[in-house]
């Protein structure tokens, strides 16, 4: 199965209605986070059924179909590559991630980023030094910064927090509602796992925090806590 076969496959489940829903829901318009980003209409298991049927196409032809002006065949291509970075060796390992980084230009959407950079990023990093990731977060990209949140859920989901509260810090006033809605998200994981330390979180930080950012935080709070968050956001 070689990458002409994957992409004719791809290319054969667009559908134009659903391709103008995309567009809108991704943002692609004049001005817009994702402007001029092209969609073909295909919903994402069938994109996830694709990559498991191509799942041995070669490193290259994977990074090849990675720099497609097609959301659609990026999306396959990141899910492939988090196939070989799960059966890699360490070596593998290695070089998968730092390619990743290296294409970080053609993951450039929110769910490009959020399917693989956990994975792949946060994986990587799990036992090493996390520096890379407090790069990202102080990167001029935004889909780079929201790599740097995305990749703290693997340190998360093994009782780690730190990163994921320096680079909340270091996000608390970034711009963009992408931004805020991911570290809002970050902070809830970090609550399921032990709400004592979100809570101090948010307590030095929940009045100066964006409202989006805080809601996220602390949407599984109960309503009479969630209510005094928010109204010591409005203080």
């Known amino acids: 199965m070689n990458l002409e076969n994957l992409i004719s496959d791809i290319r054969k489940h667009g559908d134009r209605k659903k391709a103008e829903l995309l567009k809108r829901y991704f943002k692609t318009?004049?001005?817009?986070?994702a402007e001029g980003d092209i969609f073909i209409g295909i919903k994402v298991p069938a994109l996830r059924a694709i990559a498991k049927k191509y799942r041995y196409l070669s490193f290259n032809d994977t990074l090849t179909l990675l720099k497609s002006d097609i959301h659609e065949e990026r999306f396959v291509?990141?899910?492939l590559?988090?196939?070989?970075?799960?059966c890699a060796d360490a070596g593998w390992q290695k070089k998968i991630y730092k390619a990743y980084l290296a294409h970080t230009k053609y993951i450039n959407n929110w769910d490009l980023?959020?399917?693989s950079a956990k994975h792949v990023v946060g994986g990587f990093l799990m036992d090493k030094d996390r520096t890379p990731v407090h790069e990202l977060a102080?990167?001029?990209s935004l889909w780079e910064r929201r790599i740097a949140v995305l990749a703290t859920f693997y340190f998360i989901g093994h009782g780690d927090f730190d990163d994921a509260l320096k680079i909340s810090?270091?996000?608390i006033n970034d711009r963009h509602d992408l931004i805020h809605k991911a570290v809002g998200w970050m902070l809830r994981e970090v609550g399921k796992k032990d709400m004592d330390?979100?809570?101090k979180f948010l307590k030095k930080y929940c009045a100066i925090m964006p409202r989006t950012m805080l809601r996220y935080a602390i949407e599984r709070f109960p309503g009479t806590k969630r209510m005094a968050y928010l109204r010591a956001k409005m203080v």
């Open 29 to 33: 318009g004049p001005g817009e986070y």
């Open 77 to 79: 291509a990141l899910l």
């Open 81 to 86: 590559l988090m196939h070989k970075y799960r």
């Open 113 to 115: 980023v959020d399917v």
């Open 138 to 140: 102080h990167s001029a």
């Open 169 to 171: 810090e270091i996000l």
């Open 197 to 199: 330390i979100e809570e």
